[in-house]
């Protein structure tokens, strides 16, 4: 999938994680994105998984609607805010960066972009708070997801960035430029800070592989993290493959009974 990417760097490995992803890219229905749901973002107990809030919510039940409070009802949150595409297709219902969140918490997040926030105000039973930006080069207000959450909303606006990056602006919020292709330097550092502290988790990973079986495309930056350094971060001049920045495996062998009988244990440093 991503042998085309491979040699590349910079701004040249965009382009080609650009024409990767976008290529064969079947476009979904708002409404549809409720099917997506049911297997992309469940969790263990079978309950729809929700980044803004500590409510439990069963696929297909209390979908917004109106709400008043936190856990009235669950929605569908644009990470990268509608109103900074004028709700064209297919951003507005590419599932990478919609996902179903509490409405209230939803609502309170508004089109703020994502940052970070000494003192924000954190709703009843949700997760994240609303504030004015702490972090260097933003002094708007901002929403601040709850640390678990971070290195997802910065891979989804990696993602987003690439996916989009020749599509024009309407109000970039602070975060991108004249294009989704451009953002700012202030959320490159953001964003690449959540991205190192918080790594990829299996939550993604289930996420990234159901979401392709119905968009055809997939998240570079879930599948491959350092392809975010040779893009915007430390290794920029270094040309990318897929074993750039992976640890090499220490692999131990432990063979028995002695001497053998059609028995082979194998011991890795993670997995038996």
Not at 114 to 139: D, I, P
């Amino acid at each position: 999938y991503y042998d085309a990417a491979i040699g590349k760097t910079d701004a040249t490995l965009k382009t080609s994680l650009y024409n990767i992803i976008s290529a064969g890219y079947s476009t979904k229905s708002y409404d549809y994105l409720y099917t997506i749901y049911q297997t992309s973002d469940i969790t263990a107990d079978g309950k729809v998984w929700d980044m803004y809030s500590t409510c439990t919510w069963t696929p297909g039940q209390k979908q917004c609607g109106d709400y008043k409070i936190v856990c009235d009802c669950y929605n569908r949150e644009h990470s990268i805010p509608q109103s900074w595409f004028n709700k064209q297709s297919p951003m507005v219902s590419d599932a990478f960066h919609v996902y179903p969140t509490d409405g209230k918490v939803n609502g309170q997040r508004s089109n703020y972009p994502f940052g970070e926030c000494a003192n924000g105000t954190t709703l009843s039973k949700g997760l994240g708070k609303l504030g004015s930006s702490t972090f260097a080069g933003y002094s708007g207000t901002v929403f601040e997801p709850v640390d678990e959450y971070k290195g997802d909303f910065a891979r989804t606006y990696f993602y987003f960035t690439t996916r989009y990056m020749n599509t024009s602006v309407t109000n970039g919020g602070g975060v991108f430029g004249a294009t989704f292709g451009d953002l700012k330097s202030w959320s490159v550092d953001l964003f690449l800070k959540w991205h190192r502290q918080d790594p990829v988790s299996e939550k993604e990973r289930v996420r990234n592989n159901a979401i392709e079986k119905h968009q055809k495309n997939r998240n570079p930056f879930i599948d491959y993290p350092m392809l975010a350094e040779h893009i915007w971060g430390n290794k920029k001049a270094v040309a990318w493959s897929f074993t750039t920045g992976v640890d090499a495996l220490k692999i131990e062998f432990s063979i028995g009974p002695n001497p053998v009988q059609n028995k082979i244990n194998i011991r890795t440093n993670e997995h038996d």
